[in-house]
Structure formats: structure tokens, C-alpha cells
């Protein structure tokens, strides 16, 4: 144990020693301020210059080290003192490792802290007294400022988010050092009790202690230096906001925005676009050679593949694998390069424009041309925000595959093979990224100016916080409403004879504007229908079951016509149902099998007219009037009011009667016997008479009277006669008047009536008979 005893027992011995001299309350500071352990701004009460902290931190750093150092040499883990584990030895090691990186640390950021008053007095906004050049200023100076207050906003956002979390850390790091200030209390204790075979251990264990009470209070230290160069940075910000504000009022006050400034922003669109191009040279160099390193890559694995298909045992299949997989991957990188260079350029060529039609729009007069100009700007900064939006995702896609390369080059040994193609895998990756990152920021940029453009085009009276919600409504509506749902493959003929295919969206929107369309002219078209249809009633043109039927297959018709203007509306050709056929028929064939029957049976029976509103039907042994005869079904009316619905198919798949097919007329018959001994013919004549004076049985066909059969009990007489069913009577009621005008006309006849008659004959014959006792 000579490792630990020469290194730390003498120290923690005095320690102890002078710590027993105390009271208990004291014990711990005093142990502290003999290790060193106490904060690094404080020294007896005295707050310490910052060159004191520094000696003091490099002094426990140098102490670290040379403890690591003697942890770290062969034959150390044996000489721990009995009872240390090889947990605790690696715990101590990497608190002294964290304690050593960490004062290197503070070092680095000691001058992060300090603030240099000649930039305060820079960006002081009462320091400023105005432009170098006189009035007017440049629309350009103008969004100069602008662009450069909105990075300054999100400067002060970050650094106060930063805040935010270093404070966090800080709380946890005081809780940190409030519990490492009792371990070390906890660890004297032990000291003072141990025996002599745990004392070693004991101290050991203090020590160890002590270097964690060190490794927070420089934590604490490193966070607090942290801390004070945000607050400054917050406060520099927020000043340098102030004097952008003030530039910007001064520039907005004596605005110019002319032709001058459409040609110096040509120009300088030019020279970036020049330099964007040289790039461009540059890349396309790079490409050519990827080109021929691809192909000897191919060529190199093909030459593999064909040794191997020849039986051989080639060596660096899997390399050369690698290398052409390298070789595309590079080739698509710089390709990806060349791209992105080639919008950026656009970019600027679209700055040049939006600038132009911002002087219109400033020059613009009348509303509609104001309005005009206004839509294309709002066109252009939602098209830009969609482009900005999708680059974010690849940037975001991009970043995750180099963290796999990064991941899968920390895997690799230093002499594979394999990893300078990984490196240049990662190199490649980032130029990737930064490239996203170019396009990000340039179209944030310009999509930020356009939407500030915007902003003062377009006065805002509303409260702020209304204002906000209202946006972040129409936002959300904005969102909604573009919402594809789903696509279809469109093929169209240019004049030159070129066949163009594409894809076209069908969104929320096209989707609820479509179905106000379709239900506005459907409401439209059920209100004519309506007026047609109580005109023809009204003007006894048609009755009224029969302009109720007639409607609803109008209807029917309309609501057909206006699917196919639905479908124009949306821009849906009906090719891409044929797709869908094959399925749409063996599904809805199945489904709807009983409802698409009776529907084309509806339509059979409309057109062939064997069953039209008004008839008078039998079926299935329903008698009934037809009241209506719909798409799928019709409605029969009995006799006794009851409505009952047949199904379409029924009157082509079943055997019916329909009484008024070719004629309105129905024939019906009134039986009546009268007693034997009576004239038959005066009883017919009487009973035609009789008919014939009814102003309800038709006198074409006559009335006429049958003698049927002589009865049990009467001679039996059917009078037949016709009704037509569209003079609004009941059959029913006219057979009960002539009843009952047959029976006056037969009873001032004396012509009775007769009732069932029997005639009994009972055969007599000897009877026997017995007398019974009554048994009691």
C-alpha cells in the first residue's frame, strides 16, 4: 500500500488530526480548506481574483493528473487499500479524467467572460448618429437592416433558450455539489471511526471524495463562466436590436426604390450568379472524374466476377464491391452538388424578379393590379416555404446516414482497407449537407423578406393576438385545404405531337369545392323539379303520383349528369375508373348485386311502360293501385290504404296482372238470386235497368245480366258491368249502390229475395224400448 500511503496518508492524516480539534459542525470545512476542496471564487471569506482561481484550478488539475498517472502505472490496482473495488477505482479514475478535462475547459473559456467595452459602445443606439451617406436611402439598405435585426431575433432566442438550459444544469449541478459536501462529512465520519485494519480504505474513500467535491465546484465554475457570457450576449443583442430599429426607422423615413436599384440588384445578382458558376465549373470537373473512376471501379468488379464465374478464387470481391458502391455514392453527391449550385442560382435569378415585381406593386394604382401583384408574391412565398420545408427533410435524412458513417467508421480498424472509402464516404456526406444547408439559408432568407413584403403591402388593423390566431387559423385551414389526398396518372397530346404524362393531386380542397358544387346545383335542380312538378299537377297536366315519379327519375338523371361535371371540375378523366373496373365490378357485383338489379329492372319497367302510376296490379295476390315507381323499387296502395313496396325485380322475374294495361275500364260482378217461380227475364231486364241508371258503370260497354244456375234455393243472376278506375270512385261503393238499387227495384217487383232452404225426410220405423231402474 506504499502507492496510496505516499501520496495521500500524510495529507489526510494532518487533516484528521486538525479535524478532531473542532466541533463537528466545523470538522467538515476544515478538512476542505486542507484539501483544497472549497469553492474557487472563496479563500477564507475573501473573494479571490480571477488569477487566483486560475493558480487554484491548475493546481488541483496538476494534482489530478499526477494521481491519474500513479493510478494508471502497473501494480497500482494491488496496492489499494483492502475493501476498494475495481468500481470504485474506475469511479475515482474518471471523476480525476473529468476533473482534468474540465479545468482545461474553464481555460479555454476564461475570456469568454470578458466583454470588450469598445463593441458596447458600438452597438450603443445613443452612440449612433446617423447614416454616412445623406437621404435617400436605398430600398437595399432598407432590407439590409431588416435581414440583419431578424438574425439578431433569432440570436436572442437561441442565447435565451441556452440560458435556460445551462441554468437547469446549474441547479443540478449545486444539488450535485450539496450532496458531494455530505459524502465528504460521511467519509470523515468513517475515518474517525474506523478501525486500523479499515482506515486505509476509509481514507481512500475521503479522498476519492474530495476529488468528486472538486470535479462539481468546477462544474458549478465552467457553468457560471457560461452563464455570464450569455447574459452578456443577451444584453449586446438586445442593444444591437435597438440600434437596428432605429436604422431601419431613419432608412424607412427616406426611402428610395427605384430603376437604379433594380439595376445595382442586377448586378449583384450577376456577380453572384458568376461566382455560383465557377463553382458549377468546378463540380462538373469533379463529376468527369467520378464518371471515369465509377467505370474502372465497374470494370475492376466485373473482371472479379468473371474469374470467380470461371471457377478461379478472386481476392477483394467484397473491396472492390465497396469501392463501386463508393464510386456511384460520390458520383450522385457531386450530381446532387451540381443541382443544388444550379438553384441557387435560380435563386438569385428569382431575387431579381420578386424585386421587380415588388416596384410594381409599389408603382401600382388601381386595386386590381395591386391585388394582382400581391397574389404573385404570395404565390411565390408558398411555393418557396413547400421547397424550404422538403429541403429541411433531406438535410434532416442526410444528417442521420452521416451518423451512421460516423458510427461505422468507429468500428473500423485503423489498417482495413475499407476505411478511407468510409472517410471519404463521411467527406462527401457532408459536402451533401452543407449544400442543403446553403439552399436552406438562402431560401429562408428570401422567403423571410418576401413575407415581411407581404406584411407591409398588406395592412394589419386587427389586435395582435387576434391577428396571430387568425393566421395561425388560416394556416392551419391553408394546410388542410392542400391536403392531397391522393393522385391519378394524366397523359395529355401537345401540338407538337408529344405525349406528356404527369401526376395530378386531388386535395381536400378540390374535394369540398367539388361537393358544394355538386349539392348547390343538385338543391337548384330539386327546386325546379319541385315547381314543374306542382305546375303540371296544378294544371291537371298529369296526376300527381305519376309527377312525383317522374320527378325523381329527373332527379335520378341530374344527379348523373352532375357526377360527370364533378368529375370535369376536379379534372378526373374517367379513364381512371377503367383501372378500377375489374375490381369495382367483382366488389360491387357481389355487394350491391340485389340493389343494381333492381335499379336496371327499374329502368326496364320505365321504358317498357307494362306497369305505369295509376294502374290497378295484381301480385302475389296483392291487389293495389301503383302509386309510385321508383329507381328501385314501386308502391302499391290496396284497398284498404295499405301501402306495400314491391321491388323492381319482381316485375320482370314474376308472373303479374295488371288490369289496366291497354285500358282504364276493369269489369265487375253483382250476384243476386231471387225465389223460385219468378220471371227470369223481367228480373234481368230489371236488374239491367237498374245498372244503366248509375251514372258511374259505363254505357260502353252496356251493363248485362246473366242467368247463372238455379240455386239450392234461388235462381241465380250476375250482373256485369264496367268502372273506370280514373273516376276518382271506389269499385267497392258502386257495387254497394247497385245492391242496393236492385233490391227496391225487386221489392216493388214482389220479387223476393229467398234465404237458404231445407227439406228433411224422416224415415219412421219400430222403436224398442227399456225401462231403467235408478240405482241409488
Not at 481574483?49 to 491519474?68: C, D, F, M, N, Y
Not at 371540375?569 to 383501372?579: E, H, N
Amino acid at each position: 500500500m506504499r502507492l496510496f500511503s505516499t501520496k495521500w496518508i500524510p495529507l489526510l492524516a494532518a487533516a484528521a488530526a486538525f479535524a478532531a480539534t473542532l466541533p463537528a459542525s466545523a470538522q467538515i470545512d476544515a478538512l476542505r480548506k486542507v484539501l483544497g476542496s472549497d469553492s474557487a471564487g472563496t479563500k477564507a471569506g475573501v473573494k479571490e481574483t480571477p488569477e487566483q482561481v486560475a493558480e487554484r484550478l491548475s493546481g488541483w488539475q496538476k494534482e489530478a493528473r499526477q494521481t491519474l498517472g500513479s493510478l494508471d502505472t502497473p501494480g497500482a490496482a494491488a496496492a489499494l487499500p483492502a475493501g476498494i473495488s475495481a468500481d470504485e477505482l474506475e469511479s475515482y479514475k474518471r471523476d480525476l479524467e473529468l476533473l482534468a478535462l474540465t479545468i482545461t475547459q474553464i481555460a479555454d473559456k476564461a475570456d469568454l467572460a470578458k466583454s470588450d467595452p469598445k463593441a458596447k459602445r458600438q452597438i450603443d443606439p445613443a452612440e449612433w448618429t446617423g447614416f454616412d451617406e445623406p437621404p435617400p436611402y436605398s430600398v437595399l439598405l432598407l432590407d439590409e437592416l431588416l435581414n440583419e435585426r431578424d438574425a439578431a431575433e433569432r440570436k436572442l432566442a437561441a442565447a435565451q433558450s441556452s440560458r435556460s438550459n445551462y441554468q437547469h444544469l446549474l441547479d443540478t449541478a449545486t444539488a450535485d455539489g450539496k450532496a458531494a459536501d455530505q459524502l465528504v462529512g460521511q467519509r470523515i465520519s468513517e475515518v474517525e471511526s474506523a478501525g486500523e485494519e479499515a482506515r486505509d480504505a476509509a481514507k481512500w474513500r475521503l479522498a476519492a471524495a474530495s476529488v468528486r467535491t472538486r470535479l462539481v465546484t468546477c462544474r458549478i465554475h465552467a457553468l457560471n463562466l457560461l452563464l455570464s457570457k450569455l447574459e452578456d450576449t443577451i444584453t449586446r443583442t438586445r442593444a444591437e436590436i435597438v440600434l437596428l430599429d432605429k436604422k431601419a426607422s431613419v432608412a424607412r423615413s427616406h426611402l428610395r426604390f427605384n430603376d437604379e436599384d433594380i439595376r445595382s440588384i442586377e448586378k449583384i445578382t450577376s456577380q453572384r450568379k458568376a461566382k455560383l458558376d465557377e463553382e458549377a465549373d468546378k463540380v462538373a470537373a469533379r463529376i468527369k472524374a467520378a464518371r471515369i473512376s465509377q467505370s474502372e471501379a465497374r470494370k475492376s468488379l466485373d473482371a472479379l466476377e468473371a474469374e470467380a464465374a470461371a471457377g478461379g478464387t478472386p481476392v477483394g470481391m467484397e473491396l472492390a464491391r465497396f469501392r463501386l458502391e463508393v464510386a456511384d455514392g460520390r458520383l450522385d453527391v457531386l450530381q446532387n452538388l451540381a443541382e443544388g449550385l444550379e438553384n441557387l442560382s435560380h435563386l438569385e435569378t428569382v431575387t431579381l424578379q420578386i424585386y421587380k415585381d415588388r416596384l410594381a406593386l409599389q408603382n401600382a394604382i388601381a386595386p386590381e393590379e395591386r391585388a394582382r401583384h400581391i397574389s404573385a408574391l404570395r404565390d411565390f412565398h408558398e411555393r418557396l416555404s413547400a421547397a424550404v420545408t422538403a429541403l429541411g427533410n433531406e438535410f434532416a435524412t442526410n444528417s442521420a446516414d452521416l451518423t451512421k458513417l460516423e458510427a461505422r467508421a468507429s468500428s473500423v480498424l485503423d489498417d482495413d482497407p475499407r476505411l478511407p472509402l468510409i472517410n471519404e464516404q463521411r467527406v462527401l456526406k457532408g459536402e451533401k449537407i452543407a449544400m442543403y444547408q446553403r439552399l436552406i439559408q438562402s431560401g429562408e432568407s428570401l422567403d423571410r423578406m418576401v413575407t415581411r413584403w407581404l406584411d407591409e403591402a398588406v395592412p394589419k388593423e386587427e389586435d395582435p393576438g387576434i391577428q396571430n390566431v387568425l393566421g395561425r387559423a388560416k394556416a392551419a385551414f391553408g394546410k388542410i385545404w392542400n391536403f392531397e389526398l391522393f393522385s391519378f396518372e394524366n397523359t395529355i397530346e401537345l401540338d407538337s405531337g408529344e405525349i406528356q404524362k404527369g401526376r395530378v393531386p386531388v386535395t381536400a380542397g378540390m374535394l369540398i369545392r367539388a361537393s358544394l358544387f355538386f349539392l348547390i346545383c343538385y338543391w337548384i335542380a330539386a327546386r325546379f323539379a319541385d315547381r314543374i312538378q306542382k305546375t303540371l299537377v296544378g294544371h291537371k297536366k298529369m296526376e300527381d303520383a305519376q309527377a312525383r315519379t317522374l320527378r325523381n327519375w329527373a332527379m335520378l338523371a341530374v344527379s348523373v349528369l352532375l357526377g360527370f361535371a364533378t368529375l370535369h371540375l376536379l379534372r378526373i378523366p374517367l379513364t381512371v375508373f377503367a383501372v378500377l373496373g375489374g375490381a369495382l365490378a367483382i366488389g360491387l357485383g357481389f355487394g350491391t348485386q340485389t340493389l343494381i338489379k333492381n335499379f336496371i329492372s327499374g329502368i326496364i319497367v320505365l321504358v317498357e311502360r307494362k306497369v305505369r302510376v295509376g294502374d290497378m296490379i295484381d301480385v302475389d295476390g296483392i291487389i293495389g293501385r301503383v302509386v309510385e315507381v321508383n329507381a328501385r323499387s314501386s308502391v302499391l296502395r290496396g284497398a284498404s290504404d295499405v301501402e306495400t313496396v314491391i321491388p323492381n325485380s319482381v316485375f320482370l322475374e314474376n308472373r303479374f296482372t295488371n288490369w289496366t294495361l291497354t285500358d282504364n275500364k276493369i269489369r265487375r260482378a253483382v250476384r243476386v238470386g231471387v225465389a223460385y217461380g219468378s220471371s227470369p227475364r223481367r228480373v234481368m231486364e230489371a236488374v239491367a235497368e237498374e245498372a244503366g241508371r248509375h251514372g258511374l258503370v259505363c254505357k260502353n260497354p252496356e251493363p248485362m245480366v246473366i242467368f247463372e244456375d238455379f240455386g239450392d234455393s234461388a235462381l241465380m243472376f250476375c250482373l256485369y258491368y264496367w268502372f273506370d278506375l280514373h273516376c276518382g270512385a271506389s269499385a267497392l261503393v258502386v257495387d254497394s249502390d247497385l245492391r242496393i238499387m236492385i233490391e227496391k227495384r225487386l221489392s216493388e217487383m214482389e220479387v223476393n229475395i229467398p234465404f237458404p232452404q231445407r227439406d228433411l225426410h224422416l224415415v219412421s220405423g219400430p222403436l224398442e224400448v227399456r225401462m231403467a231402474k235408478d240405482e241409488e
